[in-house]
């Protein structure tokens, strides 16, 4: 039987917590420094994939990339891990970053904080989701920090804030009814309560959409423009679209029919995920190999074709690189929980954000969730819509350049309110 999205999200369950992330002395101020520092961990973690065996050529059956990963590219990830993949300087970049983390009811939040030259630079919130982490708008930080214009002449440039969703990397594991309205509220404090901007805009994508709308919804007087890639709503069928005189163009056409190829095929980790989150965590949390094949897939599945292709930077070694993140961080099975703690986390029901703040959304072809501006324009004030024929699920390292020039059209609408 074929699970739906709308069933999928029904689903509940309860998870138990686990420690996500290096043991460190809690806050003895308000915010902290934070040194990312994993490198007792790596030995071991090489060690594993070295001694994990991987089934011979003719045992193992060969069903295509449509079925999962192959067998083929996991061992492609094996020998670049081993070989070609140094955790040191990976963590030297990292670094770069100016990370801190701060309490906020009872959980350790991480989060990179880069701020602009510019005076009037806007607070910028970048919210990503799973199987991503904070290293998903590693590409474009710096940028974003940056002064440019928009596409009409405006100057704009960004202070940027990008916070780890707890349970993953360096934020510790939430409690079991923790839901991404607590995130949602979480983060509203650490911009306004803790770093002390009095307004900000947000980007989300993936389960940080969810976080992202839900601030743009419920703290309309601190989130003064919103931005998302992906909505807290299900897409609508063919059909669905057509009853509502909705017109695709040919590549929404495509778009469409992408989505509902991954409803009908690409939703089994969402169940297990959903309502079996204990059973998935616990069998790959100490498991680097078993970690690549679960999160490599979907990197490979919900990207654009010809990823690693400018503009693209989703190589095989960045894909490695966030799955070390996820094993060294011990913060797998704690990621996946979000979950089985959000079973209604995307509604069949469309509803209009309360707010009269500007909303931007960013299309990407081969995004595994498609929303026509018709249907975004149905959740909030949508004042610019932009498609592109390049990029995925990941835009912040699918397509680089083209998310950070949309995001910069923030700065168009920001300082002013805009009529609903």
Do not use: C
């Amino acid at each position: 039987m074929r699970v739906s999205w709308a069933s999928l999200f029904a689903l509940n369950s309860l998870y138990g917590t686990s420690h996500a992330s290096p043991s460190r002395p809690r806050n003895e101020s308000r915010v902290q420094p934070f040194h990312i520092d994993l490198s007792s961990r790596v030995p071991r973690m090489l060690e594993q994939i070295r001694s994990t065996r991987l089934p011979a050529e003719p045992v193992y059956v060969d069903t295509g990339n449509a079925k999962g990963i192959t067998l083929s590219d996991l061992k492609s990830f094996r020998e670049v891990w081993l070989t070609n993949f140094d955790w040191e300087s990976e963590q030297k970049d990292l670094n770069k970053f100016h990370h801190y983390t701060t309490e906020l009811e009872k959980l350790t939040i991480h989060f990179i904080h880069e701020k602009s030259n510019a005076s009037n630079a806007i607070p910028l919130l970048l919210l990503h989701g799973w199987p991503g982490s904070f290293l998903e708008f590693a590409p474009i930080i710096k940028q974003l920090t940056e002064q440019a214009t928009t596409s009409t002449g405006e100057p704009v440039s960004f202070d940027v804030i990008v916070p780890s969703l707890p349970g993953f990397a360096f934020s510790s594991p939430a409690p079991i009814n923790w839901t991404i309205a607590d995130t949602a509220r979480v983060f509203n404090t650490l911009v306004t309560k803790v770093l002390g901007y009095s307004t900000y805009a947000i980007f989300g994508t993936d389960w940080g959409a969810g976080v992202g709308y839900t601030l743009y919804d419920q703290y309309n007087t601190t989130v003064r423009a919103g931005h998302l890639a992906f909505l807290p709503f299900f897409p609508l069928t063919l059909d669905a679209l057509a009853a509502q005189n909705i017109i695709l163009s040919p590549l929404e056409a495509f778009e469409e029919a992408n989505t509902m190829e991954w409803n009908n095929s690409g939703e089994g980790y969402f169940t297990e995920q959903t309502t079996k989150p204990n059973t998935i965590g616990l069998a790959l949390q100490d498991n680097p190999v078993g970690q690549l094949a679960w999160i490599g897939e979907k990197f490979l599945n919900w990207s654009d074709p010809q990823a690693g292709t400018s503009p693209s930077v989703l190589t095989h070694h960045e894909i490695l690189r966030h799955v070390s993140l996820y094993y060294l961080t011990e913060s797998f099975a704690s990621s996946v929980v979000i979950y089985a703690q959000n079973p209604q986390g995307f509604s069949t029901v469309y509803t209009r954000a309360r707010t009269d703040a500007p909303l931007l959304f960013s299309a990407f072809k081969y995004n595994v969730g498609f929303w026509p501006p018709a249907l975004v324009a149905k959740t909030g004030n949508l004042v610019f819509y932009s498609n592109h024929e390049e990029g995925g699920h990941f835009p912040g390292l699918d397509n680089p350049p083209a998310l950070l020039g949309d995001l910069r059209e923030i700065g168009r609408f920001w300082g002013g309110r805009v009529a609903v």
